[in-house]
């Protein structure tokens, strides 16, 4: 299986700050990572598909970059609602995997 | 506005089963491909299994190979998540995540079943 890991476990920032969240993937997986910001008892919100694709009505504060097994999410100038907890995930392989999640919250 | 619909809570005895369904909105069903994935409390994400349903095909995690099967319906946007052999270990948030390479994933809010004696 494709093991997904992500980094840092969490973090501390204020508002206004810009945040790089980084995920590595055990093998390359070309384009194929998703991220999502899950708030608790929430469904996972998606951000970015094909690693940089932002989503549909996402904000462009979102941005993602990367390919094969190194991936990142930026987040420019966060937002009260932004602090959450962020995830990846691997959908090129069979089992689709997932990062272990980065909270982030307020400082 | 594509949605993600999933059925409610279930409360089930060891052994049993249950029976999910997912129906997507807004977007033609046949691009995506529907993922099946589960939060156990406190854990992370596991994924179950993938059905597309143009092709037909179905991929099923090795960990559920054998009590799981993956079902859609195209005349009704629905796929179906069914689990036998229930244990206490099932209990979990079960979500699915529909897959477009055009217009990218989207989750549903999870069905909720507590296996329980």
């Known amino acids: 299986d494709i093991q997904m890991t992500q980094s840092p476990s969490s973090l501390s920032a204020s508002v206004g700050d810009s945040v790089t969240l980084t995920c590595r993937a055990s093998?390359?997986?070309?384009?194929?990572l998703a991220w999502f910001q899950q708030k608790p008892g929430k469904a996972p919100q998606p951000l970015i598909y094909?690693?940089?694709t932002l989503q549909s009505g996402v904000p462009s504060r979102f941005s993602g970059s990367g390919y094969a097994t190194e991936f990142t999410l930026t987040i420019a100038s966060l937002q009260p609602e932004d602090f959450a907890t962020y995830f990846c995930?691997?959908?090129?392989?069979?089992?689709?995997?997932f990062g272990q999640g980065t909270r982030v919250d307020i400082k | 506005e594509v949605r993600v619909i999933q059925s409610g809570a279930e409360v089930k005895r060891p052994g049993s089963t249950v029976k999910f369904s997912c129906t997507v909105r807004?977007?033609?069903?046949?691009?995506?491909?529907v993922h099946w994935v589960r939060q156990a409390p406190g854990r992370g994400h596991e994924w179950v299994a993938l059905?597309?349903?143009?092709?037909?095909?179905?991929v099923y995690s090795a960990q559920f190979q054998g009590r799981v099967s993956v079902t859609a319906d195209a005349s009704t946007d629905t796929s179906y998540l069914e689990l036998r052999s229930l244990t206490v270990d099932d209990t979990a948030v079960y979500r699915c995540?529909?897959?477009?390479?055009?217009?990218?994933?989207?989750w549903g809010q999870g069905s909720l079943v507590i296996v329980t004696s």
């Open positions: 094909a690693a940089s």
């Open positions: 807004g977007y033609t069903f046949v691009d995506f491909s």
């Open positions: 995540e529909a897959e477009s390479p055009r217009a990218g994933l989207f």
């Open positions: 093998q390359a997986i070309m384009h194929y």
């Open positions: 059905i597309n349903p143009e092709e037909g095909r179905t």
């Open positions: 995930q691997q959908y090129n392989f069979y089992p689709v995997t």
